[in-house]
């Protein structure tokens, strides 16, 4: 089990910067991957950024050079810093923790989402 706290969001302007942050509730060197998603109204929820249990990192690719993922594991807590805001970064941002079973299963845990907004 996994308890995910996040904090950060708000409202800003475009251009603007935000970092989220997510705390979790047990050591993250034990969790095998942390990722940022984010929903827009009417849209499906996507991927943001992912970082494995190293320093390994990914990101959808509109938030390339613009996002940044990283992890404290002392603090057991993932930062995602958001620079150059768009108003298309406008989403609630959910935190996700994978922990990984037997062959095939996973199991995924949710926080509770902070809301962005970008707006002028």
């Known amino acids: 089990q996994v308890q995910l706290v996040e904090s950060g969001g708000g409202s800003v302007q475009p251009g603007g910067s935000l970092r989220l942050s997510c705390a979790a509730s047990r050591s993250i060197f034990s969790i095998n991957y942390m990722g940022w998603y984010r929903q827009a109204p009417g849209k499906q929820r996507e991927l943001v950024a992912g970082?494995?249990?190293?320093?390994?990192?990914n990101y959808t690719d509109s938030v390339k050079g613009r996002f940044t993922i990283s992890r404290n594991n002392v603090k057991n807590t993932v930062y995602l810093q958001m620079n150059s805001l768009k108003p298309e970064d406008t989403a609630v941002y959910y935190c996700n923790a994978v922990l990984l079973g037997g062959p095939g299963t996973r199991y995924d845990y949710w926080g509770q989402g902070t809301q962005v907004t970008v707006s002028s």
């Open positions: 970082i494995n249990s190293g320093i390994v990192t």
